[in-house]
T-cell receptor, first 108, second 114 residues
Framework: AQRVTQPEKLLSVFKGAPVELKCNYSYSGSPELFWYVQYSRQRLQLLLRHISRESIKGFTADLNKGETSFHLKKPFAQEEDSAMYYCALGQGAQKLVFGQGTRLTINP | DVKVTQSSRYLVKRTGEKVFLECVQDMDHENMFWYRQDPGLGLRLIYFSYDVKMKEKGDIPEGYSVSREKKERFSLILESASTNQTSMYLC?????????????FGDGTRLSIL
């Protein structure tokens, strides 16, 4: 079965420190992976997708098929990065399977 | 800009009531989704629709039904509300394309069943 695991429910780092939000997936085929973000009092929105291979708001994520991981990284955290982050795996033609989410808090 | 609108931000209902949650999108998207969002559980798919009058069960359909009579509108129905259905409900839509397209979410409806 397809599954996404985000092992950290809560993550707290200081401003300027590096951030890594972990995501592991279980899927036998060629995965499509996404990170979605929900800032306080805003709707859930796409942050980035692995096929784009781009950096959004300083965040990057590399697909590691050997480790079945898609960790989200940022070298220098900013206070505005505080949010809820969800990793998601494509399922079928249109659906997504979401992880449990990680609440990131950036301390000043 | 894609707009997904959920009819209510907050809703309070009583056990046993029939509850309707409405979602409208304005971008002519083929696909629409209903999720529950619970702390520690993430988003779980309740139902999915890929076309008018078409629906597919998600991971947790029990106690819910859906209706898609028009392309822009996707309704979630709690047939007989129970307290364990107290949750945040998110609606999303996406177009069908050659590659998987991102899902666009509404603001959510926080439903409390008393």
């Amino acid at each position: 079965a397809q599954r996404v695991t985000q092992p950290e429910k809560l993550l707290s780092v200081f401003k300027g420190a590096p951030v890594e939000l972990k995501c592991n997936y279980s899927y036998s085929g060629s995965p499509e992976l996404f990170w979605y973000v929900q800032y306080s009092r805003q709707r859930l929105q796409l942050l980035l997708r692995h096929i784009s291979r781009e950096s959004i708001k300083g965040f990057t994520a590399d697909l590691n098929k050997g480790e079945t991981s898609f960790h989200l990284k940022k070298p220098f955290a900013q206070e505005e990065d505080s949010a809820m982050y969800y990793c998601a795996l494509g399922q079928g033609a249109q659906k997504l399977v979401f992880g449990q989410g990680t609440r990131l808090t950036i301390n000043p | 800009d894609v707009k997904v609108t959920q009819s209510s931000r907050y809703l309070v209902k009583r056990t046993g009531e029939k509850v309707f949650l409405e979602c409208v999108q304005d971008m002519d998207h083929e696909n629409m989704f209903w999720y529950r969002q619970d702390p520690g559980l993430g988003l779980r798919l309740i139902y999915f629709s890929y076309d008018v009058k078409m629906k597919e069960k998600g991971d947790i359909p029990e106690g819910y039904s859906v209706s898609r009579e028009k392309k822009e509108r996707f309704s979630l129905i709690l047939e007989s509300a129970s307290t364990n259905q107290t949750s945040m409900y998110l609606c999303a839509s996406s177009p069908t394309g050659s590659n998987r397209q991102p899902q666009h979410f509404g603001d959510g409806t926080r439903l409390s069943i008393l």
